[in-house]
């Protein structure tokens, strides 16, 4: 056995034996030796009809298992095969137990055989694969799969991935095989052998990896400092840009298929003009313009010439890793000089060695997804340059784990230089500090405006891309938010002084800290800060129940949201909250204070008084907060809200609060402190106008400028928009007809498009009913029916199960208006339920709405109607990704013609033919549009 594997694939008719699904096809494949010795194939006679979706799926029908044998008939076949031997599946647990089931059910005796997954293998082994798929990683490692999804092809890729997780398990430095040693028991697979002989192997030879160094005995990448001089461009801008964009410059040169787009100069051009005048400016790049490269070429020129650091600054931290792994390299084979550039986060993003190493420890609480997480950063560290955790997907839980061992758990004033220079953030940090172009993203960079001290390299110049979301960045910044699990997370991480918890542990076995420390009044504080925190968000969660009891019409967007103003709320229940909320704040206090002793301790080592002062820190942090929210005299110049899940624990509570408007805080703090700013997005314009745009971010006139950088497409021959004039009233009539008329769409068009199609809902109310009426009307053995918020996943998962299958409808809403990619054939139709305006009472609405009242403006034509505009054209975008794409944009909501403001909608997307007609017709010409153009 001790070199014998067999790697088993099985097709099924289901996901579920115990619902009698069953075996239709069996694949082995035996290793002996590390080689592949031996196969077995057959089909096997489930005795019932096989699926359609599985059919769809396998290409096995039930002709080709009619004449086939039962299981029964091949089950000790199947055994022998697997005796003396290790089982090795891709998901190894479906497998052995569509197997065991089946061996039991027909009188055999359950297989005993050591397991091994190629899932959970490849996780720990490749934690910076995109995927785990069985054919993305056999993509990922170069491994030929040819025929999908059938069982002996299927056995031999994972045969082949299992022999490169072997390979990759050998190549592991000595340190990392010790500690997944001891994690191996709170794994799935059987990996105790395979570890044990590479320990073996290991533990007497000298380590002679030299791209390989120890720290805190962990392997981890050596860090090497790469000097790279930037060199002063000896050139214009426009002879640097004709090497760059003109006939025979370095885009023809580098990019086979480069077509010139006239667009993409004069987006560059406006950029550096923008920096020579020390304006700010606006620019609309349509899609396909190219606007990454149109903005980044005139800022690595600007910071050569200048010799001085320039920031980029993307909305999520994927869209600037995307930056600096797609476009950097790509704009160094283009730009005929070296340039620095660097990449910095929030600190919670990088890993502190210190922290992961001793939290290597095995604690008996681990679950799962923490033992599988610390196996995946354990190889991670032996690969990565950056320790930033973003490199890798870690299993949902993980994320909570890797919060406790994130630099952001690190204090670095008493650090030594050793440390200093070892930490992942400080090196980052300084690499920020000697690049020419840093790129960072919304959250970090709206930080730093609002700290007090710099966490940016100073800077005079920027580049926001996806610039629309800076407002809502930059305002979630300025306020609080605050919750009932992290009140209640941020104490129990300090414990009590008997438990598990860090004061436990820190007390432990030191009775001189004991003699020093007042346990049983901690104790009792804690006890009673916990208790409190209990009931104050108890009695908010009650306060919004009964306020939704007097008002129905309380926004609720899965949660119940309720606008407060401490000073108009008269009941006696909020007295008692406001009483309730001071006397917590006492209670932190005295924590703080019961903590204050251990602080002159000189017996702490440093990541002790990393801890004690982190600890410290959260607790003044809910206090500041719990103060802001309730116990502060109000301004006027701030909104404060509640959210409740309605239909969840009594304490599930959201608290938070927003500056009314941004402007004058943005202007203030960042616009007028810097030399140039520049914005530039798909959509910042309403009719061509950016002058919404300009007030709401708080920009002058006298020193913008502004450009709308055309698409490149042909909208017209690409696109049609498709109004019904027969659909339902919504806001007058039954929105249950409404429900069922998009639907009866969304059918008919699937008729027509063979599905491809992505519905956005404004309403997650609305997207639930539509997705239950869907799936009594739709063929579901035709088509895949994928609903955000009720099919599991993540919007990247639920994306790519979307393009997955031939015959998709993807029912989006919130998120999936933008940054949603789907190109070519996968996508055919937008369908858009109704034209998205924010609900007039959500508390930030309301709250802006009656401040631009006050002033006497109209909160409709400044706020509502730009707003839903802007949300409209993200929608729209969704469609046309390329100069290939076509398909049909599919409004249901006919206030986009009958409105009197309805034109701001189709004035300010690209110019394409409009039917506004009845369903019917509608559905007629779609379906011819589209067999005139395949």
């Known amino acids: ?158 045969a082949e991935l299992f022999l490169a997780l072997k390979n990759k398990l050998q190549s592991l430095p000595y340190e990392t095989i010790a500690h997944l040693f001891e994690l191996e028991k709170g794994l799935h697979s059987d990996l105790y052998q395979l570890l044990d002989w590479q320990k073996q192997k290991r533990m007497f030879s000298i380590h002679e990896d030299k791209a390989i160094e120890i720290n805190r005995g962990l392997a981890i990448k050596k860090q090497t400092n790469v000097k790279q001089e930037a060199m002063h461009p000896d050139m214009s801008f426009g002879f640097f840009l004709d090497g760059i964009y003109e006939t025979g410059g ?33 620019i609309e790049a349509q899609t396909g313009t190219g ?39 790509l704009i160094r084979h283009l730009v005929p000089f070296p340039f620095r550039i660097a990449l910095l986060k929030g600190k919670q993003h990088y890993i ?43 299993p949902s839980n993980g994320y909570l784990f890797f919060k406790k061992v994130s630099s952001a758990m690190e204090e670095t004033t008493h650090r030594s230089s050793q440390e200093f220079t070892r930490s992942y953030y ?14 960072t993203n919304h959250a970090f ?106 008002d129905k019409s309380l926004s609720d967007i899965g949660r119940v949201q309720y606008r407060f103003e401490s000073e108009n709320e008269r009941s006696d229940k909020w007295t008692a909250i406001t009483e309730m909320a001071t006397r917590l704040t006492y209670y932190l206090r005295d924590l703080i204070h019961a903590l204050s002793p251990l602080t002159q301790l000189k017996t702490f080592d440093s ?10 820190d959260d607790i003044q942090m809910v206090i500041d907060k719990m103060e802001h929210l309730f116990l502060t005299a109000e301004t006027g110049q701030e909104v404060k809200w509640i959210e409740i899940e309605a239909y969840g624990a009594k304490n599930a509570v959201y608290l938070y609060s927003e500056p009314v408007s941004m402007a004058p805080l943005l202007n203030n703090d960042f616009f007028q402190k810097k030399e140039s700013i520049i914005l530039t997005s798909a959509t910042l314009t309403m009719k061509d106008s950016f002058n919404f745009m300009q007030q709401r971010l708080g920009l002058s006139t006298e020193n913008v400028l502004t450009a709308n950088i055309k698409s490149p497409f042909s909208y017209p021959s690409q696109v049609q928009l498709m109004i019904p004039n027969d659909f339902p009233d919504i806001k007058h009539g039954n929105p249950d007809d409404f429900v069922e008329a998009v639907s009866e769409a969304v059918i008919s068009m699937a008729h027509i498009t063979g599905g491809r199609m992505l519905v956005l809902f404004t309403s997650y109310d609305m997207l639930k009913k539509s997705y239950y009426l869907l799936k009594e009307l739709l063929d579901v053995h035709e088509y895949m029916l994928i609903a955000q ?119 300010s997307i690209p110019d394409v033919p409009v039917t506004y007609d009845s369903t019917q017709t509608i559905m007629e010409k779609a379906d011819e549009w589209f067999r005139n153009h395949d």
């Open 789 to 907: 918020g009720i099919s599991s996943g993540s919007r990247s998962r639920l994306k790519k199960n979307f393009q997955t299958f031939e015959k998709s409808i993807l029912l989006g809403t919130s998120s999936f208006w933008e940054g949603v990619d789907i190109p070519g054939d996968d996508l055919s139709c937008v369908m858009i339920a109704r034209l998205p305006f924010q609900p007039p009472n959500h508390p930030v609405y309301e709250a802006k709405s009656n401040h631009l009242k006050q002033e006497g403006r109209n909160p409709f034509v400044e706020l509502a109607l730009p707003d839903a505009v802007i949300r409209f054209k993200q929608g729209f975008g969704r469609l046309i990704r390329s100069a290939e794409d076509r398909g049909i944009v599919f409004v249901c909501d006919a206030r986009i013609k009958k409105a009197r403001y309805g034109h701001y909608f189709t004035a």
């Open 250 to 282: 370095s885009m023809q040169q580098h990019m086979p298929h480069y077509e010139k787009r006239s667009g993409q100069r004069d987006m560059s051009e406006t950029v550096y003009d923008a920096f020579q005048s020390h304006h700010h400016a606006l």
């Open 426 to 439: 400080q090196r980052a940090h300084q690499k920020a500090q000697q690049a020419d172009i840093l790129i």
């Open 352 to 394: 502190s060695l210190e922290k992961f190493a001793q939290s290597l420890v095995m604690d008996q609480g681990d679950n799962y997804d923490i033992i599988l997480t610390k196996a995946m950063i354990l190889i991670w560290l032996t690969e990565t340059d950056t320790g930033d955790i973003d490199e890798i997907q870690l």
């Open 291 to 329: 606007k990454t490269l149109a903005y980044m070429l005139p800022a690595i020129y600007e910071a050569i010439s200048q010799r001085k650091r320039l920031v980029i600054s993307t909305y999520t931290t994927q869209l600037q890793s995307q930056l600096l792994d797609d476009e950097i390299p």
């Open 1 to 158: 056995m001790d070199n014998r594997y067999v790697v088993m694939d099985l097709e099924t008719t289901g996901h579920s034996p115990a619902n009698g699904d069953k075996i239709i096809e069996v694949g082995i494949v035996v290793i002996e030796g590390d080689v592949i010795s031996d196969e077995f194939s057959t089909f096997l006679n489930p005795d019932m009809s096989i699926p359609p979706f599985i059919t769809n799926l396998t290409g096995i029908t039930d002709r080709d298992v009619e004449h086939a044998p039962f299981f029964q008939n091949k089950a000790s076949d199947i055994t022998a095969l697997l005796s003396s031997s290790w089982l090795v599946a891709h998901n190894v647990t479906f497998d052995s137990g569509f197997l065991n089931e089946e061996l039991a059910n027909h009188g055999f005796s359950c297989l005993q055989n050591p397991i091994i997954d190629t899932v959970e293998l490849s996780r720990i082994l490749y934690p910076e694969a995109p995927s785990y798929k069985l054919a993305q990683l056999a993509a990922y490692l170069d491994i030929g799969h040819d025929d999908p999804h059938r069982a002996l092809m299927d056995a031999y890729v994972t």
């Open 607 to 616: 990541g002790e008084d990393d801890e004690l002062n982190k600890h410290m």
């Open 445 to 550: 960079l709206c930080t730093d405006i609002v700290n007090k001290y710099q966490l940016l390299p100073a800077y005079n110049k920027a580049i926001i891309d996806e610039a629309h979301h800076l407002e809502e960045t930059a305002a979630k910044h300025y306020g609080a938010a605050l919750d009932y699990v992290s009140v209640q997370n941020i104490l129990n991480q300090v414990g009590e002084t008997s438990d598990h918890s860090w004061l436990g542990q820190l007390l432990k076995g030191r009775p001189e800290l004991w003699d020093m420390f007042a346990a049983e009044y901690w104790d009792d504080m804690f006890i009673k800060a916990k208790h409190e925190t209990d009931d104050v968000f108890r009695m908010l969660f009650q306060y919004v129940l009964d306020r939704r009891q007097k």
